[in-house]
């Protein structure tokens, strides 16, 4: 029996595995830091900000425009002005990664369960996937304000196996961050780790993943799932 044969539901994290944020997360960080009359940054050094919620995004922006530690208040200071940017122009730039629709209909149609377990503030995570029309995909979205603790936490993906009556091995966290996959172990569920996010930089093999993918599409082989679209 292979480690993905009794799945019977996938959580998906979202920037960089569903959909590349990182333009407008960039856009809305630019935007804070301009106001502050602070250093800009690149959408490359966002990159290698994203995985760990809002507040870690702007912690680590203000580190680097200040060149030095971010206080408390400096942080909390800020935050609402990220939020409003960002609330502004969330799928500006951004994009669908190739292949996620047609993956997401063919794990639909053959009857997985789907859930969305982002640290994107919840307040962004359900518009964004509206903007994309994929909301209908999910029948669980937990952002990373959603509970007490978020990924690498194990809560949300233990939350999901307490909700939807599932045992350890029937449950697949899909990824592009050590996050994901650190969360997934400690739940003690399988995970796959996808090369093309953001993940600091790393490579995610190193995190020790079930199985590293370098396409979105390859879930469906992992899922033994034949794809209708070139099926004859
Ligand atoms: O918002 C973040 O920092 C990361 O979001 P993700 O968990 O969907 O990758
Ligand atoms: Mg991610």
């Not at 994290?13 to 569903?18: E, F, R, W």
């Not at 909390?76 to 002005?81: E, L, T, Y």
């Not at 093309?196 to 979105?216: H, K």
Request: hydrophobic residues 40%; glycine residues 6%; proline residues 4%.
């Amino acid at each position: 029996m292979n480690t993905f044969s009794q799945i019977k539901a996938v959580a998906f994290d979202l920037d960089g595995t569903l959909i590349d944020s990182v333009p407008d997360l960039a856009a809305a960080t630019r935007a804070t830091l301009e106001e502050l009359a602070l250093p800009l940054c690149s959408d490359e050094q966002v990159r290698s900000w994203v995985g760990n919620g809002a507040e870690m995004l702007m912690r680590r922006a203000l580190s680097f425009a200040l060149n030095t530690a971010v206080t408390e208040e400096q942080l909390q200071a800020c935050m609402p002005k990220f939020m409003h940017f960002y609330g502004l122009n969330l799928q500006q730039h951004s994009q669908l990664y190739p292949g996620v629709e047609s993956v997401l209909e063919q794990l639909q149609q053959a009857g997985y369960r789907m859930a969305i377990v982002t640290n994107k503030p919840y307040e962004f995570t359900l518009p964004l996937l509206k903007a994309f029309n994929i909301d209908a995909y999910f029948s669980m979205v937990l952002g990373g304000d959603s509970l007490s603790k978020m990924k690498p936490d194990p809560l949300p993906l233990q939350h999901i196996l307490h909700e939807w009556r599932l045992e350890t091995e029937q449950l697949l966290m899909v990824g592009d961050s050590k996050n994901d996959i650190l969360a997934a172990k400690s739940a003690k569920v399988a995970s796959v780790g996808l090369t093309y996010g953001y993940n600091y930089g790393e490579d995610i093999g190193l995190s020790g993943p079930d199985a590293v993918c370098e396409q979105f599409s390859e879930i469906t082989a992992l899922l033994k799932l034949r794809d209708k679209a070139t099926e004859q």
